[in-house]
């Protein structure tokens, strides 16, 4: 008995440290070549109406907490039905075909629109880490096939979006269904709003406690800042002039006083209602 239990503390502690390995080195942005590509003489749109009428039933936008708020509980089976039919719609699309801005908009609604349907597709679940083997989470998982190409989550972000278009305003508009992540927007993302919904998704950000926070007058940031420093100007004064960009007036005014060290921490609670 004293055997099996010591092997079960070891084995704990070995998926523990992978764990903790994995959450802390995060995916580098190495494009996919096979997406890489445009017809910018293509002025056709993409529809993502179903998708806009799913957040309009599903997503608290109001959210007291400043957290938006997505109602996995009580998706009606016609709206999976939706949801489904709305990624296999995509799923059908080249993007290649289209133009730079109306695939970028694509990227992100697929993005999100996948995340969404794993939580449904598990829930109940406690947090989208609980997908997976030994919290790892699903990031890894191939889930949709497309013109031959198998891809997770993390090829989406970080095989198409980081590399092709260099925006770290990607890290506000991909949603990982968590409270500390950036809030899932209200809106479809599309080639006409994206540069207001990833500004506007930059300073809710931010400004909001999960984002940037004092505490014992030490500089507290989400991880997002720590896993993608290199995307957030590769230093730590980086992000600060990267946060000075979006701060309101007080925050800002704290921002450039502070010389410390920074820390960060990170919410992986469910963003549900």
Request: with cysteine.
């Amino acid at each position: 008995m004293q055997h099996k239990n010591r092997l079960q503390t070891i084995v704990g502690t070995l998926i523990l440290f992978l764990g903790y390995g994995i959450l802390s080195a995060a995916p580098q942005a190495e494009l996919i070549p096979f997406w890489n590509k445009s017809n910018e003489a293509n002025r056709a749109t993409i529809d993502h109406r179903v998708w806009q009428r799913l957040l309009d039933r599903y997503l608290d936008a109001n959210h007291p907490s400043g957290v938006n708020r997505f109602d996995y509980a009580n998706l009606k089976a016609n709206d999976k039905r939706q949801l489904k039919g709305y990624l296999n719609y995509l799923m059908k699309r080249d993007p290649r075909a289209y133009s730079k801005a109306e695939q970028k908009a694509y990227w992100i609604n697929l993005y999100n629109a996948l995340t969404v349907h794993l939580i449904v597709k598990h829930y109940p679940v406690k947090s989208i880490k609980k997908i997976g083997w030994f919290g790892f989470g699903p990031w890894d998982k191939k889930l949709v096939t497309m013109k031959g190409q198998k891809l997770s989550l993390n090829n989406i972000e970080h095989g198409i979006l980081r590399p092709i278009w260099r925006d770290n305003r990607i890290h506000y508009a991909v949603n990982c269904a968590s409270l500390g992540c950036p809030n899932l927007a209200e809106k479809a993302y599309t080639a006409a709003n994206t540069e207001k919904l990833l500004e506007a998704g930059a300073k809710a950000y931010v400004n909001h406690r999960r984002g940037v926070r004092f505490k014992n007058g030490k500089l507290l940031v989400s991880s997002i800042y720590h896993w993608y420093k290199v995307d957030f100007g590769g230093s730590d004064r980086g992000v600060i002039r990267h946060l000075l960009r979006y701060a309101d007036p007080h925050l800002a005014k704290r921002l450039r006083a502070y010389r410390g060290s920074i820390d960060h921490d990170y919410d992986w609670r469910l963003n549900e209602f």
